[in-house]
């Protein structure tokens, strides 16, 4: 149903009050699968929701392994996409995933929804970002290009400057694109990426990325103007950065074509 995208408020109204009857019953993926479907959904029934959350905390507890730390950050996600993040609630998922880091459970997804998950509710846990950094650290070769920009936008939001993570993300991003990234992944990741190594106060590799993207002519026009304000805020403008390419690609006729058809 949620990953039609369809929505359909008498059958959601009818699904949460089956559920909230059954909750007792509901496992592990029936809690987090309701959940996530609710929340992709943006369907707001905060009674269902959080009734999931308080017998996930319950259910979730007995193991450490990569589906459990998975559907806990799948849990997270949801409540912070529904605006339902309460403190009580994300410091007991903050234990518990703690539980499942510290185990060694928890794959690149759960780490990278789990901090955005922290950052987009506002709630800035430290020893669980320093947990997440130190696992992250280790495992960064298996992060995709999404993971990456998610934990890399997150760990900037809130302003959880680690700086080995930083420049780590910063390489691993440049193998990503180098290894060919689409045309959307360039879109939706580019940008989120230079945003936080500029506000991690490195506009140095927010540089660096955006150069690579300019270079492969598939530069996206946020994270271009992110770099084009930090040099003109600068007064340092280099020979060949961001406004010099700007510039040059002002004077050719594809454009002045794209700017007219525009």
Not at 71 to 83: G, P, V
Not at 91 to 118: R, V
Not at 184 to 197: H, I, L, P, S
Request: glycine letters at 4%; one cysteine or more; aromatic letters at 6%.
């Amino acid at each position: 149903w949620a990953c039609l995208v369809l929505t359909n408020e008498k059958l959601a109204c009818a699904i949460g009050s089956a559920s909230l009857a059954k909750i007792d019953r509901m496992n592990q993926q029936d809690l987090a699968n309701t959940a996530w479907s609710y929340a992709a959904l943006e369907i707001q029934d905060a009674t269902l929701i959080m009734a999931i959350a308080q017998r996930a905390l319950v259910v979730f507890s007995s193991e450490t392994k990569l589906e459990v730390a998975r559907d806990l950050a799948l849990l997270a996600w949801s409540l912070a996409k529904l605006s339902l993040a309460t403190p009580p609630i994300m410091s007991s998922i903050s234990e518990l995933m703690m539980k499942q880091i510290h185990a060694k459970s928890s794959g690149p997804q759960a780490l990278a929804n789990t901090a955005w998950a922290f950052a987009t509710s506002a709630i800035r846990n430290e020893p669980l970002f320093e947990a997440i950094a130190r696992l992250s650290l280790e495992t960064l070769a298996e992060f995709d290009q999404q993971e990456l920009t998610n934990t890399s936008w997150a760990f900037a939001e809130i302003r959880c400057r680690n700086m080995p993570l930083i420049e780590a993300s910063s390489v691993a991003i440049l193998g990503a694109l180098s290894n060919g990234m689409t045309e959307e992944e360039v879109a939706r990741g580019g940008y989120a990426m230079a945003w936080a190594q500029d506000r991690h106060g490195r506009p140095d590799l927010s540089r660096a990325l955006v150069s690579h993207f300019i270079a492969g002519a598939r530069c996206h026009s946020m994270a271009w103007g992110l770099v084009i304000q930090d040099e003109e805020w600068r007064h340092n403008a280099p020979p060949h950065g961001a406004v010099c390419a700007l510039e040059a690609m002002a004077q050719t006729a594809d454009f002045g074509k794209d700017s007219a058809e525009s």
